[in-house]
């Protein structure tokens, strides 16, 4: 089962920052937060990982609680192709990926 | 980044008949691959955990003698969906890992069975 809590589905404006939320409230010391999205019959396409620390790459930000039960990934500019489903995951390093249904994120113009 | 290829990106076949997709990675080594299958509106689920050189692991209720997995060597695994019927019919997506780091997935392959 997934350890993680996501919305089902959110929208967000074109241009506008998208803030996906998720809950990780029983995660342990040593599991890291991983953000992957899943475009229309693609496979997943990984955006970001963490593990206390906040991150920041090319795709988006990750901003992990002190208590790191909760994380939110940050796309800063949404534009129609980040229209997604976006995957929340916990997992320590050398485990297996679970899935759970991630949240259906719509990106309106 | 990786990249993993995965072939066909679609096939349609007979009930009956088997059919083999391939997984590769393209500019790394990956001693382990991964393979998932998603049903429509659904997540992706696990199958099994390909290892190169050893027998594949299968998740609990994903028959081994149905779905036949080959990694013979450190680029490429091979799934093969043996007498395929239409409830085989998924979308099946593969995956590799360069030691830790994160896992990059394959565009899938969408099989119907027809």
């Known amino acids: 089962d997934a350890k993680t809590t996501q919305p089902t589905s959110m929208d967000c404006a074109e241009g506008r920052a998208a803030n996906l939320p998720c809950n990780h409230s029983?995660?342990?010391?040593?599991?890291?937060v991983y953000w992957y999205r899943q475009i229309h019959s693609q496979g997943p396409q990984y955006i970001i990982h963490g593990l206390k620390n906040n991150e920041t790459n090319e795709m988006a930000s990750l901003i992990i609680t002190e208590d790191r039960k909760s994380s939110t990934l940050i796309l800063p500019h949404a534009t129609l192709r980040d229209t997604a489903v976006y995957y929340c995951i916990v997992r320590v390093l050398g485990q297996n990926f679970v899935f759970g249904p991630g949240t259906r994120l719509s990106v309106l113009p | 980044g990786a990249v993993v290829s995965q072939h066909p990106s679609w096939v349609i076949c007979k009930s009956g008949t088997s059919v083999k997709i391939e997984c590769r990675s393209l500019d790394f080594q990956a001693t382990t691959m991964f393979w998932y299958r998603q049903f429509p509106k659904q997540s992706l689920m696990l199958m099994a955990t390909s290892n190169e050189g050893s027998k594949a692991t299968y998740e609990q209720g994903v028959e081994k003698d149905k779905f036949l997995i080959n990694h013979a060597s450190l680029t490429l695994s091979t799934l093969t969906v043996t007498s395929a019927h239409p409830e085989d019919s998924s979308f099946y997506i593969c995956?590799?890992?360069?030691?830790?780091?994160?896992?990059?997935f394959g565009n899938g392959t969408r099989l119907t069975v027809t």
């Open positions: 029983t995660i342990s010391g040593n599991e890291y």
């Open positions: 995956s590799a890992r360069q030691q830790n780091s994160p896992l990059h």
